[in-house]
């Protein structure tokens, strides 16, 4: 079985963060809050319902680890190719689909660029996903440069 890389973990955490809202909260713990793509999260970028309670940065841990697996098997189905490429590779595409989800992966060019092994195309389908409620986000064009920089990792 395929493990989550590390570098995925890395990447989900830097980009999510662990959200405090608010952050006069005494223990420390993680509330719902709307996302810039206006979705309701909590945590390291779990979806949630507006309602769900605080969760500690422990819990928000559990909830990446699931999210993320769940983000490495989608991955895998639909682009089985990165199970035999570079880690990083596979990284960065568990990355997007944790961010965006399955289903924009599964219907995307990059998918084809990706099973079609065409790197330096697939790097540029990856840059094209910097939209976030129908404008272009600044985080988002970093996290896909991030992302980029491993997905175009020229095998040693």
Same mark, same amino acid.
């Given at each position: 079985m395929i493990e989550v890389p590390t570098a995925a973990v890395d990447l989900a955490k830097r980009f999510e963060g662990f959200h405090r809202v608010p952050k006069h909260d005494p223990q420390r713990r993680a509330h719902p809050y709307i996302c810039p793509a206006g979705y309701w999260t909590i945590g390291y970028g779990h979806i949630c319902k507006p309602d769900h309670p605080p969760i500690t940065e422990d819990e928000g841990e559990v909830y990446l680890t699931r999210d993320l697996r769940s983000?490495?098997? !989608?991955?895998?189905?639909?682009?089985?190719?990165?199970?035999?490429?570079?880690? &990083?590779?596979?990284? !960065?595409?568990v990355d997007f689909t944790f961010n965006l989800g399955a289903g924009r992966l599964q219907t995307s060019t990059l998918r084809r660029r990706i099973n079609q092994r065409g790197w330096p195309a697939a790097?540029?389908?990856?840059?094209?996903?910097?939209?976030?409620? &129908?404008k272009v986000l600044p985080g988002l064009v970093v996290r896909r440069e991030a992302e980029a920089t491993l997905l175009a990792v020229t095998p040693a």
């Open positions: 983000a490495l098997d !989608a991955t895998l189905r639909y682009c089985p190719v990165l199970a035999t490429e570079p880690e &990083g590779r596979l990284a !960065a595409i790097v540029h389908e990856l840059r094209r996903w910097v939209y976030g409620g &129908g």
